[in-house]
């Protein structure tokens, strides 16, 4: 039986005074004696790279490694199935913002992820290159600002904007290391995309999905074009004129007649925010299913009719005690009429609407059909006078309305003017701030206003869209439900607009009832055309040219009748809705859309609907949608304002270096897919970008140790098997197989943030702090071929694979880098997108190891926590446990005391003394801590063990070389420093 024996107090005090000697003694030797002998990790990788230099070391970097070759490389190279993201157009209309980063990096992780996984990845980025933000920004830019543009100077200068726009976007896309298909980009301006427009503006038209017709659409003065629900944007805080009108009833149910006299005029009472739209009313809508009263009004005297439920709500606005006089259903209202205060000779009638609401007002909707889309439907169900609209293009009334409001805004003096013509008709007046729609591009708020446009019909979309769409995966749920509420609440889609900067609506207009004309043999003839003198055909060519006399035959058209092409262009959502049959693949079904929360009602809705309506499938398989960037207060980024941080300041630096310095695309990258690869809005501030640089350093500095280290390891000749590891080297194995499975999956689902957390965590924690710790004295100090090390380094071969792997798709740059300094010669010239995803054994998947290392963590802690402010390399300790820990402990430690074990290695002490026996006599500066850990017995039943760690001051010298508490004498390596001394004079 072994025994365990202390030395008494006072021989203990010996050794102590001992130790002290050598310790003092060894302090003032020469600790640089033994430095050439030792394996320090040695490579040429910098450890920083600031400045200026950032800069230029990525980019030399993507000539290395060939970025721009990737894409071509990966579509003849990868085995895989084909995997088609789709690049929703970013607008060509000026220098790349924070957004764009958002958006195009996280299409860009994506990208380089399948790349690794082994997909053919088709990626083809474009621009939206036609619209209204481009036409005006290039009539401001115009050096020809003498005279009125023609609509051909329009097209050549928007055309050069957007041009330049594209190229500058480009630039910076390549900057930040996209990969993709940069030698065929698309971009809605070019011949072939414009004339497949024009071939599905009729094939739309051919299945009766597109119509034209006079109706109220949303109507943009400030840009003098009609817009779409996805164009607005609304504004929180807009005040409008709150305004109570009465207007006198004529006729009215007998019961309410009697009720108040004969004589006594009655008045329905309605509220309105829009004063400018009362020229307009034709009717007066009320609910049939509610109860409506006649009140006098305690001030005046006046008899209102209103809502019965808001009587209280009403004196209240209008500051006036309201006495009800009589209750009646609102069915009874039928054949009601009135007289309006501008056109005391005409009667007007009281309607139902199923729209009317007590929510607000007064339970009476003022109803004009030329200013309001649910008036409009109203309208049409009562046949009521639409008539022409008083309101022009620049939103001032028109010499159609009376004399006293033409040329006036209806936004500003023509509420006031309209207001002045009904004074003796006005209850009450004040303010209402609410939400109102406001034109995106001009930032101006937008009127309803009725106007001849041509519309696809939601009406024969929407149920089959929705059907679509519930085969699509989206992400987050949420949005999937608020892409259907888009489908559900959107009336129609107005598709044309009057600008000069689009694709044209391919229709001519016949004699002199302007009859619309459009076939098959015309779009295909103008298709034709704009591929082959470019798209500028339909200003440019003449009305014979455009429609010559074989068309005519063709579409069975007279010769001898006057043609007029049209004036309208297409909705530039059309134009970017339909990417998808101009940039696909077959069976031009993408397998992921990704954009920002914005284009919910905008690129997702265009290219589902035009899908639909053409194929009767969804575009897209599944939907990805990330946030917006706010500044670090939680406000929008504007301009203007002066709270955005520019994308390029934060790759390149600013124009003072020492207060924006440049951090390279990669910290960009990881900025964006830490914080950005989720639906809500992210925050984006000098801090977070600092800190992001700070956690890259970390990464970098990491994998420059691990390269280090490999210095002289050729992995097919030193290569250790799985049979000869250190538990330690095989724990480490199972944690790399462990986590890659996680950061696939996190991968899979795109949730970037996740993966980044957990690798950072992984290289902080598992790898730094905890294996590359533990192994330096195998690495440093054991023999340069032994077994011990090259586990070691075999492990950090498989480790900087992982590592590099796993980064690569956020951080490129870095992990290309890492690979042009690649022990492996192989694997530094194909570089780690060209190697693949990382090929875990399934032998490294090893929980028997694991839960070993869990239980020895677990002794460790007890350790830590006994030599507390103590150098545990100073140290010896004694494990006295029992059973089954005893035996999971001994697979750490054969012997009973070592200092070269591998539980000596995990503890970091300099010898460990390991024993089923209990010390019988502790010497005075020692240290005893108990501990228990939980396991399962072998009858599988949970149960705690016990265990006692006990520290003591080493007993043995410190070596000079390995600077362990283990030579027999002072000035003298250990036992095993000097047979590696011995091999290595040798040699």
Not at 676 to 688: K, L
Not at 734 to 757: G, K, P, W
Not at 943 to 960: D, I, Q, R, S, Y
Request: glycine share 4%; charged share 20%.
């Amino acid at each position: 039986m072994n025994m365990i024996l202390f030395v008494h107090r006072a021989d203990n005090m010996l050794i102590s005074a001992q130790n002290l000697i050598l310790r003092l003694f060894c302090s003032v030797s020469d600790p640089k004696k033994y430095s050439k002998t030792i394996f320090l990790p040695k490579t040429d990788f910098p450890l920083r790279v600031n400045g200026k230099k950032k800069v230029e070391n990525e980019l030399e970097i993507q000539k290395k490694a060939k970025f721009l070759g990737l894409y071509d490389w990966q579509w003849e190279n990868n085995k895989g199935e084909v995997y088609v993201l789709h690049d929703g157009p970013p607008y060509a209309n000026g220098n790349v913002h924070l957004g764009h980063a958002v958006n195009k990096i996280l299409k860009d992780i994506t990208v380089r992820y399948k790349v690794m996984k082994g997909f053919r990845v088709h990626y083809e980025p474009g621009w939206d290159c036609h619209g209204l933000p481009i036409e005006l920004k290039a009539l401001k830019s115009s050096h020809n600002k003498s005279h009125k543009h023609s609509p051909l100077d329009i097209r050549k200068t928007a055309r050069e904007y957007a041009r330049h726009a594209q190229e500058i976007q480009r630039n910076s896309f390549k900057r930040w290391g996209l990969l993709a298909n940069w030698n065929n980009v698309y971009t809605t301006y070019s011949p072939s995309y414009v004339a497949k427009q024009l071939q599905f503006f009729y094939s739309l038209y051919e299945k009766g999905l597109v119509f034209q017709d006079y109706k109220p659409v949303f109507w943009s003065p400030s840009n003098c074009t009609a817009l779409a629900e996805a164009e607005l944007e609304y504004n929180q805080e807009h005040v409008s004129p709150s305004v109570y009108v009465k207007f006198e009833l004529k006729k009215i149910p007998e019961s309410v007649k009697f009720s108040v006299g004969i004589h006594t005029p009655v008045y329905a009472l309605v509220w309105t925010t829009t004063p400018w739209t009362l020229p307009a009313n034709v009717a007066i809508c009320y609910s049939s299913y509610q109860q409506y009263c006649i009140v006098k009004s305690q001030k005046t005297g006046d008899h209102y009719l209103v809502a019965e439920n808001v009587v209280p709500d009403l004196e209240k606005r209008i500051e006036t005690k309201l006495d009800i006089v009589k209750t009646f259903q609102g069915s009874n209202l039928q054949a009601t009429s009135y007289c309006h205060p501008m056109y005391k000779s005409t009667e007007f009638p009281l309607v139902e609407g199923k729209h009317v609401t007590m929510s607000k007002g007064t339970g009476l909707v003022h109803t004009a059909p030329n200013h309001g889309l649910e008036d409009y439907l109203i309208a049409q169900e009562h046949k009521l006078p639409i008539g022409e609209c008083f309101v022009d293009e620049q939103g001032c009334f028109n010499k159609k309305t009376v004399s006293e409001l033409v040329g006036k805004n209806v936004l500003e003096d023509g509420n006031e003017a309209v207001l002045s013509l009904i004074q003796n008709h006005i209850v009450h007046q004040g303010t209402f701030a609410h939400s109102y729609p406001y034109d995106w591009r001009s930032k101006r708020p937008v009127i309803i206003r009725a106007s001849r446009q041509w519309f696809i019909d939601l009406e024969k979309l929407r149920h089959e869209a929705k059907k679509c769409l519930e085969e699509v995966q989206v992400f987050p749920l949420s949005v999937k439900h608020m892409l259907e509420v888009q489908l559900e609440k959107r009336p129609h889609w107005c598709i044309s607009r009057q600008r000069a900067w689009g694709v044209p609506i391919p229709v001519f207009l016949a004699g002199s009832e302007k009859r619309t004309v459009i076939s098959r043999p015309i779009v295909d003839h103008l298709s034709h055309l704009v591929l082959t003198y470019g798209t500028d055909i339909w200003w440019s060519l003449s009305q014979h040219e455009l429609l010559p006399r074989e068309v005519l035959k063709k579409s069975d058209l007279l010769e001898t009748e006057e043609y007029q092409k049209g004036e309208d262009i297409m909705d530039i959502w059309l134009d970017s809705g339909i990417s998808w049959m101009n940039v696909l693949p077959d069976p031009k079904i993408a397998d992921l859309y990704l954009e920002g929360t914005d284009q919910i009602r905008g690129w997702f809705q265009s290219s589902l609907l035009t899908s639909v309506a053409l194929r009767g499938k969804s575009p897209y398989k599944n939907v990805f949608t990330h946030g917006f960037t706010l500044d670090q207060n939680g406000f929008k980024m504007s301009k203007s304002v002066g709270n955005v941080i520019d994308p390029e300041v934060i790759t390149d630096g600013g124009k003072d270096i020492g207060h924006d310095p440049p951090y390279g695309a990669d910290v960009l990258r990881w900025w964006v897919a830490s914080h950005a690869c989720h639906h809500d809005n992210v925050h984006a501030s000098s801090h977070v970008i600092k800190e992001s640089a700070e956690n890259v350093q970390k990464v970098r500095s990491t994998l420059r140790f691990l390269l280090g280290s490999l210095h002289g390891f050729n992995y097919n000749l030193h290569k250790c098997e799985l049979k000869d590891m250190e538990l330690l080297d095989l724990h480490m194995l199972h944690l790399i197989h462990q986590l890659s499975q996680t950061v696939a999956e996190r991968y899979d689902q795109l949730h970037y943030n996740h993966a980044m957390f957990q690798l950072l965590h992984f290289v902080t924690t598992d790898v730094s702090s905890y294996y590359c710790h533990l192994i330096k004295h195998r690495l440093y100090c054991h023999k340069n071929n032994s077994v011990t090390r090259r586990a070691c380094q075999t492990t950090l071969f498989h480790l900087l694979d992982a590592v590099c792997c796993l980064f690569a798709p956020v951080l490129p740059h870095l992990v290309e880098e890492v690979f042009l300094h690649h022990p492996d010669s192989g694997r530094a010239q194909k570089g780690i997108f060209r190697t693949g995803w990382i090929k875990c054994l399934e032998e490294w998947y090893n929980p028997e190891v694991n839960k070993t290392m869990e239980l020895a963590a677990s002794v460790r802690n007890v350790v830590n926590k006994a030599a507390v402010n103590l150098n545990l390399r100073e140290l010896d300790v004694l494990i006295h446990t029992s059973g089954s820990l005893l035996t999971e402990l001994k697979k750490l430690q054969s012997e009973i005391k070592t200092s070269e074990s591998s539980l000596c290695e995990f503890l970091q002490v300099s010898h460990v003394l390991l024993t089923d026996q209990p010390p019988s006599l502790l010497p005075e500066d020692s240290s005893l801590q108990h501990g228990s850990v939980n396991m399962y017995s072998t009858g599988g039943k949970m149960e705690e063990v016990n265990f006692t760690v006990v520290l003591f001051p080493a007993e043995k010298a410190l070596c000079g070389r390995c600077r362990r508490y283990t030579a027999n004498r002072v000035a003298n390596p250990c036992p095993y420093c000097l047979d590696v001394l011995e091999l290595q004079q040798a040699e």
